[in-house]
C-alpha cells in the first residue's frame, strides 16, 4: 500500500465544507530554492496544507497549527490517507478552543514528511525517481521556512497565533525565534527546547530498527517496492511507549490477558499492551514513508535552539514581543515539565511575556492529542484574551 | 562467532584460584526431568555454576547470587566468553560486602540462557540439533527450581542468603516464596515484583525487533549460521535506554558530538549518545543468544508473584521466617523505588522481617552493576549482622 498522497487524491480534496476545509498542494521554490541550515538548498518543492475558516479583510485572523511527528495537515474532517478523522478536532473547529467560526485555521505539512509536502518518498526532479536518502537532511528551521514561503505566497504577513504539541511544539518556538515580528501569539504544548540525549537514544533505536531491515536497502525501496514495513513497525512500537505514561499503561493495560484466561507459554501477544503496541507498529507502516521518519527524527535530534546562543535559551527570545502560552503535562515523561519550565524561566529571562500552565493528566505526552477540558480551557482563554486586546487596540 | 561456551572452555576453567574461583557444569535431570510451570518437562539439562570461597563445615554459609537478564555466572574474575572482567566485582570476593572469605558463593547460569546452562541454543538430545523454538518457555520460578536442583546435587539443603538486582532479585523473591524453609536472607536489589505493563511494552519491542530480522528464521537460524544480529542488537539498544536515567544520560552525554565540531546532516552517529547506544548493541551480538533473549524476556514478563494470590502479594510472603533486605535507587525507572515500596508494605503486611534502602544515585536501574558505596554498605552490614546472629546461635 503506498503511504504517500497523489496528486489526484489532493486535487479532488479541494472541495470546501465547514468540516472539511479547504486542501492544496502548491510548488515553491521554482525560481528561488529555499536555502537549508545544512547549507544545500531544495527547489522546486510541494507543500501540501489545508484551511479552516474564513480570512479576514486585515488578514489578522490567522493562526498557524503546526503538527508533529507522524503528523499530517489534516487536523479536521477526513483524513484521505487513514480514511480516520483529523487529529485535533478536539482543539480546532467550530465552537472549539481554535475557533474556527472566529480564526482562519492553516495547517501545513512539514518538509520532509509523505502527506503531501515533498520528503525523501517524493520524486527528485533531477532523476526521475524517489529521493530517498538524496533528500537533504532538513532542521525545524528549515520546517518553519517552507512555511514561511508557503504563508508569503498566500499573501500572509502576520499570525495572529502559532500553536502546536510535540514536534509542533518545537516549530510554535522556532517561528517565535526566527520570525519574531511575523508572530503575536505562541502556543507550545508538551514540548522541549532541545532533544536531550534519551531523546536522541530513543530516535536512533527507531532509525537503526528501520535501517536493519533488509528492505530498506539503504532507502532506495520505492525502486524496489519492498518497503521496510517490519523494521519501521518496530520503529513506532518504541517510540510509542514513549507517548504513554507509566501509570497510564498500568491503568489502561496492567497485565491483562488479550483474548484468553491464562498465558500461553509463546511469543504471540499473551498480553493486551502486547496486542495493542503490535497493534500501533502494523497500522503506521501503511500510513507513513520509513525514510520520512529517519528524517523528522533526525530534525527533531538536531533540534536545539539555544545552540546559537552559547547554551543560553533566553538570549533566543530576547526582547521578543510575542505572546507566548506554555503548556506542559504532569506525566510527559517524553517532553517533561521541567523542560517546560526552563522555556518560561529563559522567557521571563528575555522579558517575553508568557502564562505556563501544568495541566494534572494521567495520559503522558499523547494528553496533548486526548480530550482534556483543562488545556482546552487554557488555549481559548488565552487566544480569547489576546483577540480581545487586539480588537481593543484597533478601535479608533 | 559462537556466543554460547562450548563444554572444553568450561573444563579449562576448572582450576581454581581465589579469584577465578571454581566453574563447573553438571547434566541434571536425567531420571526425573525438571517440571516445569508450562505443563512441560525438561530433561536431561545442563547447569553451569561458579563458585568462590570454602563451604564451611555445617554448609550455613553458602550465599546464591542470582544474575540478570543477560548476565551469566562469571561474578568475579575473567569471563571466557566475553575476555572481560566478572559483572558484579565490586559486591563479590575478598573483603567485598559479599566477602568469599566469609561466604562461600555461587552463581548459576538460568536456565534458558547461553553461557553454559540448557536453553534454546542448546542441543536438542530429540532431534540433535539446537532447540530453537522447540525449547519449552521457562518462568522465573522455573529457573529457581533449576537452581535448587543443582543445589539438591551439590548437598546443599541451606542458603544462608540470595541475593540479586534487576532478574536476579525476582529469582531472589521467588526463592523465598518457594522455597522458604531454604532461605535464611534475601537481598533483594533494583527489582520488581511483578513485570508492569510498561516493561512487558519494552521487552515486547526487543522481541519484535528480533523477530523481524529476516535472519530470524523463525528462530532456525542456527540451523544456517546466519544469526539475527540486526535484530537482536535493536533489542538491546531499547532495552539500555531503560537501564540508564535521563538525569545519568544528560550528565554523561548530553548533546555532546562524537568525533566532530558539528553535525554532520546524516544519518551516521553524530552524537555520543548515538555512538554508545550503537556499541551496546553490535557488542551484545556477539555474546548473546538471540533465542534466549526471547525465552528469557518472556520469562521476566510472566512474572507476577502476587498471581497465585489474588494479586495480594502480602500472601505469597506469609509467615515467611527469611529476613528481607530490599534496595532501590532512587533514578530507577525500570523497576521503581514505587515498586520496592510495596514489595517492604506487602512484607510488614506478612508479618516478615525487612530492611529497605532506597539509594540516591543518578545511574539509573544500572546503578545495581555500578560502584556504589551506600549500596556495599547495606549489604556489608545486613550479612554480617545475620552472620553474627547466627554464630549466636550456634554457641553453646
Redo the contacts between chains.
Keep these: 500500500m503506498l503511504f504517500f498522497m497523489n496528486h489526484e487524491t489532493q486535487q479532488e480534496s479541494k472541495k470546501e465544507t465547514a468540516d472539511e476545509g479547504f486542501a492544496d498542494v502548491v510548488t515553491l521554490g521554482q525560481n528561488q530554492p529555499l536555502p537549508l541550515?545544512?547549507?544545500?538548498k531544495i527547489g522546486p518543492f510541494e507543500v501540501a496544507y489545508k484551511c479552516w475558516g474564513r480570512l479576514n479583510a486585515d488578514k489578522s485572523n490567522v493562526v498557524l497549527v503546526c503538527h508533529a511527528l507522524t503528523g499530517d495537515h489534516y487536523v479536521r474532517g477526513t483524513n484521505p490517507i487513514t480514511g480516520k478523522r483529523g487529529w485535533w478536532e478536539t482543539m480546532v473547529g467550530p465552537g472549539k478552543p481554535v475557533d474556527t467560526d472566529r480564526y482562519y485555521v492553516i495547517c501545513i505539512n512539514v518538509l520532509g514528511s509523505c502527506a503531501g509536502t515533498t520528503g525523501p518518498a517524493s520524486l527528485n526532479p533531477d532523476t526521475g525517481k524517489a529521493y530517498g536518502?538524496d533528500f537533504?537532511?532538513i532542521t525545524i528551521g528549515d520546517m518553519v521556512r517552507a512555511q514561511a514561503r508557503l504563508l508569503d505566497h498566500l499573501g500572509i504577513d502576520k499570525l495572529f497565533s502559532v500553536i502546536g504539541g510535540s514536534m509542533g511544539g518545537m516549530q510554535v518556538l522556532q517561528w517565535a525565534v526566527d520570525f519574531p515580528d511575523r508572530v503575536r501569539t505562541a502556543i507550545a504544548i508538551a514540548t522541549t527546547w532541545?532533544?536531550?540525549?534519551?531523546n536522541?537514544?530513543?530516535h536512533?533505536?527507531g532509525?537503526?530498527?528501520i535501517?536493519?531491515?533488509?528492505n530498506w536497502a539503504h532507502g532506495r525501496y520505492l525502486d524496489h517496492d519492498e518497503p521496510p514495513h517490519?523494521?519501521l513497525?518496530?520503529a513506532r512500537?518504541?517510540a510509542h511507549?514513549t507517548y504513554?505514561s507509566?501509570s497510564g499503561?498500568?491503568s489502561?493495560?496492567?497485565?491483562n490477558l488479550q483474548d484468553r484466561d491464562k498465558?500461553a507459554?509463546?511469543?504471540d501477544?499473551?498480553?493486551q499492551?502486547?496486542s495493542y503496541?503490535?497493534h500501533q507498529?502494523i497500522s503506521f507502516v501503511d500510513r507513513f514513508d520509513a525514510n520520512s521518519y529517519?528524517y523528522i527524527t533526525?530534525a527533531m535530534?538536531?533540534y536545539?535552539l539555544a545552540a546559537g546562543h552559547d547554551g543560553i535559551l533566553a538570549s533566543a527570545f530576547k526582547e521578543s514581543k510575542t505572546r507566548f502560552c506554555v503548556l506542559s503535562f504532569t506525566s510527559d515523561?517524553l517532553y517533561?515539565t521541567e523542560e517546560s519550565r526552563h522555556i518560561v524561566r529563559s522567557l521571563n529571562a528575555a522579558r517575553a511575556r508568557v502564562s505556563f500552565a501544568d495541566i494534572e493528566m494521567d495520559k503522558g505526552h499523547d494528553s496533548f492529542l486526548l480530550d482534556c477540558p483543562d488545556m482546552d480551557a487554557v488555549v481559548r482563554g488565552f487566544l480569547s484574551s489576546e483577540a480581545e486586546a487586539m480588537d481593543g487596540e484597533n478601535k479608533p
Design positions: 541550515d545544512s547549507g544545500k536518502l537533504p537532511v532541545r532533544h536531550s540525549a534519551q536522541i537514544a530513543f536512533e533505536v532509525r537503526q530498527a535501517m536493519a531491515d533488509a517490519a523494521g513497525a518496530v512500537m518504541a511507549i504513554m507509566e499503561l498500568t489502561r493495560f496492567g497485565r498465558v507459554f509463546g511469543f501477544a499473551d498480553f499492551i502486547e503496541l503490535r507498529g529517519l533526525r535530534d538536531y536545539d515523561w517533561t
